[in-house]
């Protein structure tokens, strides 16, 4: 039997086992804690630092997804430091990435009332459509670099090991072995990746070219074709 520890979560007494993270500790509790990195069913890494939270006594800000509880400490979900944090980072990917498919960062920009246009003026992501597949479309100007769909891909689903992370600091991406189109990599498209981007970034072919206007007739026509090797590796907005 797991040892029980207990812990106080915005003034709320909270028991759970040994080993639980404060994350799970706040969701037990009805406690909201935001997460954009975070994904249930995938190795929890503290990328994206949505989830931070302030421990009493402790220096800095913890990411809550990856910290576990322990005996007597004392949580605080909504502290100035935290929602100053929270904002911050809100605020710069507004500014850079287009958030335009992703609600639920509309309501944490809501809720934690930021303001993207603090970094006007700043880079933004910027980078060609990769069309290069029947199944779905890679539109990077709206990854938030989020590390799902590279998990999903590896240990934690598929072991197909198709993309993964390259770059770094700003210029940081997701592509796969020396930036090949899709289907000249592992892959076996089996949607997954698509299922757990939480932006838009990665979408079905089909659904894309049905935004765009695309007649369903013609849309078969379109994905068949691109299954027959007829593709480009980047192809042109339709919009």
Same mark, same amino acid.
């Given at each position: 039997?797991?040892?029980?520890?207990?812990?106080?979560?915005?003034?709320?007494?909270?028991?759970?086992?040994?080993g639980?993270?404060?994350?799970?500790?706040?969701?037990?509790?009805?406690i909201d804690i935001?997460?954009?990195?975070?994904?249930a069913?995938?190795?929890?890494?503290?990328?994206?630092?949505l989830?931070?939270?302030e421990?009493?006594?402790?220096?800095?800000?913890?990411?809550?997804?990856?910290?576990?509880?322990?005996?007597?400490?004392?949580?605080?979900?909504?502290?100035?430091?935290?929602d100053? /944090?929270?904002?911050?980072?809100? !605020?710069? =990917?507004?500014?850079?990435?287009?958030?335009s %498919?992703?609600?639920?960062?509309? &309501?944490?920009?809501?809720?934690?009332?930021?303001?993207?246009?603090?970094?006007?003026?700043?880079?933004?992501?910027?980078?060609?459509?990769m069309?290069?597949?029947?199944?779905?479309?890679?539109?990077?100007?709206?990854?938030?670099?989020?590390?799902?769909?590279?998990?999903?891909?590896a240990?934690d689903?598929?072991y197909?090991?198709?993309?993964?992370?390259?770059g770094?600091?700003?210029?940081?991406?997701?592509?796969?072995?020396?930036?090949?189109?899709?289907?000249?990599?592992?892959?076996?498209f089996?949607?997954?990746?698509?299922?757990?981007?939480?932006?838009? /970034?990665?979408?079905?072919?089909? !659904?894309? =070219?049905?935004?765009?206007?695309?007649?369903? %007739?013609?849309?078969?026509?379109? &994905?068949?074709?691109?299954?027959?090797?007829?593709?480009?590796?980047?192809?042109?907005?339709?919009?």
């Amino acid at each position: 039997m797991s040892e029980t520890v207990q812990l106080t979560i915005d003034d709320r007494q909270v028991s759970v086992p040994s080993g639980t993270t404060i994350l799970d500790a706040a969701q037990e509790a009805g406690i909201d804690i935001p997460v954009l990195c975070y994904f249930a069913h995938t190795t929890a890494n503290g990328l994206c630092r949505l989830c931070v939270i302030e421990i009493e006594g402790e220096r800095g800000l913890q990411a809550a997804c990856v910290s576990p509880v322990r005996q007597g400490i004392v949580v605080h979900t909504r502290s100035s430091n935290v929602d100053r /944090a929270r904002r911050t980072i809100l !605020e710069m =990917l507004a500014s850079t990435v287009d958030l335009s %498919e992703s609600p639920e960062l509309h &309501t944490m920009l809501k809720t934690y009332q930021a303001k993207p246009e603090r970094f006007e003026g700043g880079e933004k992501r910027q980078v060609p459509m990769m069309d290069d597949n029947p199944v779905y479309i890679r539109d990077y100007e709206k990854c938030v670099l989020c590390w799902r769909c590279v998990q999903v891909c590896a240990e934690d689903a598929q072991y197909n090991y198709a993309i993964n992370f390259a770059g770094r600091g700003f210029n940081t991406s997701i592509t796969t072995f020396l930036d090949k189109p899709m289907p000249q990599t592992t892959c076996v498209f089996c949607g997954q990746c698509v299922g757990v981007c939480p932006t838009g /970034a990665l979408k079905s072919k089909r !659904e894309y =070219l049905f935004e765009q206007g695309v007649a369903p %007739e013609e849309i078969f026509a379109v &994905t068949r074709a691109q299954g027959k090797g007829k593709h480009s590796q980047r192809g042109p907005r339709l919009d």
